[in-house]
């Protein structure tokens, strides 16, 4: 069993020196034909902070981060030597071993990255110690960002907000919410304009933080704000309905490496959002922001709420430890929990027993197995869904179970909870027959 909260003593007088990040594979992207409201990304807290030894929260760059599908950034913005710079705490802070300016990041990482990924969609949260009009001075260096920008006033309203595929097709591709009403507008930039709205109008957001040290853990779910509850119905755009998109942070005052992989684990985010931050808001989160997203199950954990998929528990009945979320894309999968857990992080070895299905259509399937190796010689059990379901459990893997929602089919040899080493996902009831040889 995985601890929730993972060696606090250890992580604590551990150097928060950079690690070596875990290796990401391609990154999954959301579904074009659903709604913004119906999409969850993460996003990374202090985005910029990566390059300095101490108060560090991320240790990869924003390159990467985006390369490894980070769908939100969390940047501060602080005047400098008569520049709009990327700083943490504030620029003459000595822990800003290397700090950029804000046209620097957009011309050399952001903007590149939407070119080179046309179906992406990226959101910016600007926590701002500015000016307008520096703002705007250094907008005039900014290259290609005319247009790209999410402007509300242009979209007709409706009950939900548009989908991935309508702000591809228009071009507003880069969400900008500012922390402050002061800086957010409309900016001339070369070519046209950018549109930067004030989080408060389009958001919600729980409390900041987790608490001031690791040692700390507040997990309640209550506003950031108290004039704005977590579950209210409306944004606040001229004209529009669209419910505000909810953002939930997930981190503490003073993070460390090591010690988020606990706050990223897989059961203390399904804990969170399940059992405290749903209740609260009445939806799921948006944006979900970490610290050191590489560390824990926040990337799969986003994949799988947006395109359905698989929760593996340790326990019976979908209890104990989550053991890892496997996104469901209707596309063939089949990996080995004994190959370094490619191309999923966090399925250990030898640990499922039960399974949480999540927003799955009909026809999906999978199977796993006690073998490493896919063989029918040892325990294996499927899994058809029958009609297309928002949430179903499996009380075990050693069980039949044939009901209107799903057909579970166990073919048993000397148990198979505990023991899940492989997994087979497809689609159709053809890909469950056995093949020859097997």
């Not at 902070?49 to 390159?63: G, K, V």
């Not at 950029?100 to 990041?105: D, F, G, K, P, Y």
């Not at 399940?274 to 808001?281: G, L, P, V």
Request: proline residues 6%.
């Amino acid at each position: 069993m995985r601890p929730r909260i993972l060696y606090p003593l250890v992580a604590a007088l551990s150097l928060s020196l950079p690690l070596l990040a875990q290796a990401q594979k391609a990154a999954l992207p959301v579904p074009l034909d659903k709604p913004l409201n119906q999409l969850t990304w993460t996003a990374t807290h202090n985005a910029f902070a990566y390059s300095t030894p101490i108060a560090r929260n991320q240790d990869n760059d924003i390159r990467t981060q985006l390369n490894d599908g980070v769908g939100a950034l969390m940047l501060d913005l602080w005047e400098h030597e008569g520049r709009v710079y990327l700083c943490h705490t504030a620029c003459t802070s000595l822990i800003n071993t290397r700090i950029r300016t804000l046209a620097e990041v957009l011309n050399a990482d952001i903007l590149p990255h939407l070119r080179n990924h046309p179906n992406t969609i990226l959101t910016l949260f600007l926590e701002d110690y500015v000016s307008p009009d520096k703002v705007q001075a250094e907008l005039n260096a900014v290259s290609g960002l005319a247009g790209m920008t999410f402007d509300p006033s242009q979209w007709p309203d409706s009950r939900e907000w548009p989908t991935v595929a309508q702000l591809v097709d228009k071009g507003q591709r880069l969400l900008i919410f500012t922390g402050s009403p002061s800086i957010a507008g409309d900016y001339n930039v070369p070519g046209g304009k950018a549109t930067f709205m004030f989080g408060q109008d389009g958001t919600v957001e729980n409390y900041w933080s987790l608490g001031d040290t690791i040692f700390q853990h507040d997990w309640s779910c209550r506003s950031r704000w108290d004039y704005i509850p977590l579950d209210a119905k409306h944004v606040d755009f001229r004209g529009k309905s669209w419910p505000p998109l909810f953002v939930m942070n997930q981190f503490h005052g003073l993070s460390q490496t090591l010690h988020a992989r606990s706050d990223n684990n897989l059961s203390n985010l399904w804990m969170r959002v399940e059992d405290q931050c749903r209740a609260a808001s009445g939806k799921t989160p948006n944006f979900i922001a970490v610290d050191f997203y590489h560390q824990g199950d926040a990337l799969e954990y986003a994949a799988t709420l947006n395109h359905g998929g698989i929760v593996l528990w340790e326990g019976k009945n979908a209890t104990e430890d989550a053991v890892c979320a496997i996104p469901y894309t209707g596309d063939p999968l089949r990996f080995s929990f004994k190959d370094s857990n490619a191309p999923i992080k966090g399925c250990e070895n030898d640990e499922a027993s039960s399974a949480t299905l999540l927003n799955l259509k009909a026809g999906s399937t999978f199977t796993v197995f006690d073998s490493p190796n896919e063989s029918r010689q040892d325990d294996w059990t499927t899994v058809l869904v029958k009609r297309d379901i928002v949430r179903v459990d499996i009380g075990s893997f050693e069980q039949n179970v044939d009901n209107a929602d799903i057909r579970v089919t166990h073919h048993r040899y000397n148990g198979l909870d505990s023991k899940v080493s492989f997994i087979s996902l497809a689609t159709g009831e053809a890909a469950l027959a056995v093949p020859p040889g097997k």
